[in-house]
């Protein structure tokens, strides 16, 4: 029986793969700690077991799937990466370095120090920094060695084997160390200290964070005074209490009209009051009485996810957009999403171009909001085709020329070229939408995870009949320097942002979980904090430490190569 499977396996390597992958997402889901292996990991693992059956699948699938994660990850990143390196300023920046290469020098030494070769190196990088797509880069870069076919085949199958032993402190391990361990190492409260933050920024105590700039309900309510002469009267008074009303209709008598400024109100008027609901409560019994008028309150209401390109809109907060932009009116917020991630928002919050916003309101403000604030991206489940191709076609070009120093063939590679040409493209279409084609987010997400579990899952089915060995050679002392690796660089960045960068406690620690590209790691700590605060600066050095952490790969391979 198991013969029949082993040769159906070998006769047919794309099952072998495709059942990887789905042992893979089996794998993957096994919870240690609350938090899941994962897909990449999982798909890795499976490699290494599906392995020992010694099934060849061509290198050249592998590399398809690693372009494609890359261009994904890289289009992704984009508008955060570019604006990062000009605009976010220098704090998000220096702390993500500090990070990224104390983990690189971390690796480097510890490879002299146990004398590991060029392969293991590489992969006790891409394991205790949990850097998985290093491993594509750092493989790409071994087969342009000035080196033996057979030595290079080797070394390449030594970078999964190092990155099995080392991933799993490097995930949990640092889970653990970013969220329970420094904050006590560094003295402070971190529940305290984002409570403090949360009430700086205007953030509600709980911890799905609100504003008065989000839509939670309109009523039609029957005026019982004449102070107010105009709509903008009224929605100002409202204003100075601290809450965002507005008015989206009017009726008078039998006809029904739709609100602006300068309308006339009088008493007797009934008018379709939008806003925050408990603002709703307060002020309506103020001035007058809630009625049932389901004609006045018929409102056509549409939703956009708006992509902020306007630079202008930088200088102003949502709620100075909110009172001062014409396009403010009938329209409110539903999310923010910055780098991919959802970023809690209040009244002080200001965009940044990049940012793709949810709105909902009418349709005419929908259509206002967007010629001001950028470009309305309308729902679609179809990628572009001529973006995804002709990206990755040209950042495989960019990675070809290679110049030869010391004997060593110094190049991008075609993997590092992908990932510029995802990073130019993702920032590209975040300022000129309709230059670069759009590729929906269910997709690039596809492209992500199907593209790094393809990739992982062979590269551990190549080197799975070498597996066991390397594991009984280097197991230990792999998994004691991958500690290390994995612990050293988030203390050197909380030591660096805290005493030089001077930044808050909260947002310290999601940026050092952003450098290492550990969205598990900002996750524990929101979940200790109670408060969402710590995404707001995990998000810059998430789109940095993705990029940086990825090169790494090559610099590893070029600096214990030697």
């Known amino acids: 029986m198991v013969a029949a499977i082993e040769a159906i396996l070998h006769s047919?390597?794309?099952?072998?793969?495709?059942?990887?992958?789905?042992?893979?997402?089996?794998?993957?889901?096994?919870?240690?700690?609350?938090?899941?292996?994962?897909?990449?990991?999982?798909?890795?693992?499976?490699?290494?077991?599906?392995?020992q059956f010694a099934i060849e699948i061509s290198p050249q699938i592998k590399t398809i799937f690693l372009l494609l994660f890359l261009f994904a990850n890289g289009y992704g990143a984009?508008?955060?990466?570019?604006?990062?390196?000009?605009?976010?300023?220098?704090?998000?920046?220096?702390?993500?370095?500090?990070?990224?290469?104390?983990?690189?020098?971390?690796?480097?030494?510890?490879?002299?120090?146990?004398?590991?070769?060029?392969?293991?190196?590489?992969?006790?990088?891409?394991?205790?920094?949990?850097?998985?797509?290093?491993?594509g880069t750092a493989i790409d870069a071994i087969m342009n060695l000035s080196l033996p076919e057979d030595q290079k085949r080797t070394l390449t199958n030594h970078v999964p084997i190092a990155d099995a032993v080392c991933y799993l402190?490097?995930?949990?391990?640092?889970?653990?160390?970013?969220?329970?361990?420094?904050?006590?190492?560094?003295?402070?409260?971190?529940?305290?200290?984002?409570?403090?933050?949360?009430?700086?920024?205007?953030?509600?105590?709980?911890?799905?964070?609100?504003?008065?700039?989000?839509?939670?309900?309109?009523?039609?309510?029957?005026?019982?005074?004449?102070?107010?002469?105009?709509?903008?009267?009224?929605?100002?008074?409202?204003?100075?209490?601290?809450?965002?009303?507005?008015?989206?209709?009017?009726?008078?008598?039998?006809?029904?009209e739709d609100a602006t400024p300068s309308?006339?109100?009088?008493?007797?008027?009934?008018?379709?009051?939008?806003?925050?609901?408990?603002?709703?409560?307060?002020?309506?019994?103020?001035?007058?009485?809630?009625?049932?008028?389901?004609?006045?309150?018929?409102?056509?209401?549409?939703?956009?996810?708006?992509?902020?390109?306007?630079?202008?809109?930088?200088?102003?907060?949502?709620?100075?957009?909110?009172?001062?932009?014409?396009?403010?009116?009938?329209?409110?917020?539903?999310?923010?999403?910055?780098?991919?991630?959802?970023?809690p928002f209040t009244l002080q919050t200001r965009l940044q171009r990049g940012d793709v916003v949810s709105l909902i309101g009418t349709p005419a403000s929908l259509s206002?909001?967007?010629?001001?604030?950028?470009?309305?991206?309308?729902?679609?489940?179809?990628?572009?085709?001529?973006?995804?191709?002709?990206?990755?076609?040209?950042?495989?070009?960019?990675?070809?020329?290679?110049?030869?120093?010391?004997?060593?063939?110094?190049s991008l590679s075609t993997s590092v070229g992908t990932l510029l040409a995802g990073l130019f493209c993702g920032w590209l279409h975040s300022r000129r939408p309709w230059i670069v084609g759009n590729i929906p987010e269910p997709a690039r997400m596809f492209l992500v995870n199907f593209g790094l579990a393809g990739f992982v899952a062979i590269t551990g089915l190549h080197a799975g009949p070498e597996f066991i060995k390397g594991l009984k050679d280097v197991g230990i002392s792999l998994f004691v320097a991958g500690v290390f690796c994995t612990c050293i660089p988030p203390t050197v960045g909380m030591l660096f942002g805290k005493y030089v960068l001077r930044m808050n406690p909260v947002l310290l620690l999601g940026g050092v979980a952003g450098a290492q590209t550990m969205t598990a790691a900002m996750v524990a700590v929101q979940e200790r904090a109670k408060s969402q605060a710590p995404v707001i600066g995990f998000t810059v050095p998430y789109a940095l430490g993705n990029i940086i952490l990825t090169t790494f790969g090559t610099v590893i391979v070029l600096l214990t190569s030697r």
């Open 368 to 410: 206002r909001a967007a010629d001001d604030l950028g470009y309305w991206e309308r729902p679609s489940v179809l990628t572009n085709m001529l973006t995804l191709g002709l990206g990755i076609a040209v950042g495989c070009l960019i990675g070809l020329p290679a110049i030869l120093i010391g004997g060593v063939k110094l």
């Open 78 to 135: 984009g508008p955060q990466f570019f604006r990062a390196l000009r605009q976010d300023g220098v704090a998000p920046l220096l702390l993500t370095l500090v990070v990224c290469f104390s983990g690189l020098f971390m690796v480097f030494l510890m490879s002299r120090i146990m004398g590991l070769d060029t392969g293991y190196s590489a992969g006790l990088l891409s394991g205790s920094l949990t850097q998985s797509p290093a491993m």
């Open 263 to 343: 309308t006339a109100l009088s008493s007797g008027d009934v008018i379709a009051l939008a806003g925050q609901r408990q603002a709703l409560v307060l002020f309506a019994d103020q001035i007058g009485h809630e009625i049932d008028d389901a004609a006045l309150l018929d409102i056509p209401v549409d939703t956009a996810n708006v992509i902020v390109t306007n630079a202008e809109i930088e200088k102003q907060t949502l709620g100075e957009l909110a009172t001062e932009r014409d396009f403010a009116r009938g329209l409110f917020m539903k999310s923010v999403v910055r780098g991919g991630q959802p970023i």
């Open 169 to 256: 402190f490097g995930f949990w391990g640092e889970v653990l160390f970013v969220a329970a361990i420094l904050p006590k190492l560094m003295g402070f409260d971190l529940e305290k200290e984002a409570k403090a933050l949360e009430a700086k920024l205007g953030m509600k105590e709980d911890t799905t964070v609100r504003s008065a700039y989000t839509l939670q309900a309109a009523r039609a309510v029957q005026l019982e005074t004449d102070r107010f002469r105009t709509v903008a009267e009224l929605e100002r008074e409202c204003a100075s209490g601290g809450h965002r009303l507005v008015v989206l209709r009017v009726r008078r008598a039998n006809a029904i």
């Open 12 to 51: 047919h390597p794309e099952i072998a793969l495709f059942l990887t992958l789905a042992f893979g997402y089996l794998i993957g889901k096994i919870k240690l700690g609350g938090h899941a292996l994962g897909l990449v990991t999982g798909a890795l693992f499976a490699g290494l077991l599906m392995g």
